[in-house]
């Protein structure tokens, strides 16, 4: 685990942290900033890489769709 990672913990087990978590926007906000701050930087696709991940991504879409469809029928 990295310095940066156990420093979040440590703020997340003070009472007041436990406190803020259960409120919903506070949560959010906090869960947010993690993620800013521990996530890369995506950059533009280029070229055929775009659209790839869009159809990649309608695909999943119709997966769903089709898995909720099955799952009334029975």
Do not use: H, S, Y
């Amino acid at each position: 685990m990295t310095d940066k990672a156990k420093t979040i913990l440590q703020k997340m087990n003070k009472r007041k942290a436990l406190k803020r978590l259960a409120n919903p926007k506070a949560r959010n906000r906090i869960l947010d900033q993690f993620n800013r701050e521990n996530l890369d930087d995506v950059g533009p696709l280029g070229g055929d890489q775009g659209i790839k991940v869009l159809k990649e991504m309608n695909e999943m879409t119709d997966l769903e769709g089709d898995a909720g469809q099955k799952g009334l029928e029975r």
